[in-house]
């Protein structure tokens, strides 16, 4: 098992920054595939960004890329979101998830969630 905190979130204008972290419990972060997921109000909770276990594949929602970037530092058990270029519509509750086997965009595949981080962008 693995247990994940996210972190990170804030209030920030259109155009600004963030860097989302996720930090893992247990020594096999690395065997575990990696995904970010948001859910916005009133919304279903949707797909952001993954990437796999020790081989680093990415994998992005086609409205993220170019300026979400995911990635992972093995070695403190955590994966990290880099959010540019917010905008209002990326206000969300942001989760991020991990499973064994699964890397991609279905939520229900993965097994394991954080509780979630608040981003708010501001217009």
């Known amino acids: 098992q693995v247990q994940l905190v996210d972190s990170g979130g804030g209030l920030v204008q259109t155009g600004g920054s963030l860097r989302l972290s996720c930090a893992a419990s247990g020594r096999t972060f690395s065997s575990y595939n990696m995904g970010w997921f948001r859910q916005a109000p009133g919304k279903e909770r949707e797909f952001v960004a993954s990437?796999?276990?020790?081989?680093?594949?990415?994998a992005y929602a086609d409205s993220m890329k170019g300026r979400f970037t995911i990635s992972r530092d093995n070695a403190k058990n955590t994966v990290y979101l880099q959010m540019n270029n917010l905008k209002p519509e990326d206000t969300a509750v942001y989760y991020c998830a991990a499973d064994l086997v699964y890397w991609g965009s279905r939520q229900y595949e993965y097994h394991y969630w954080g509780q979630g981080t608040q981003v708010t962008v501001s217009s």
């Open positions: 990437i796999r276990n020790s081989l680093g594949s990415t």
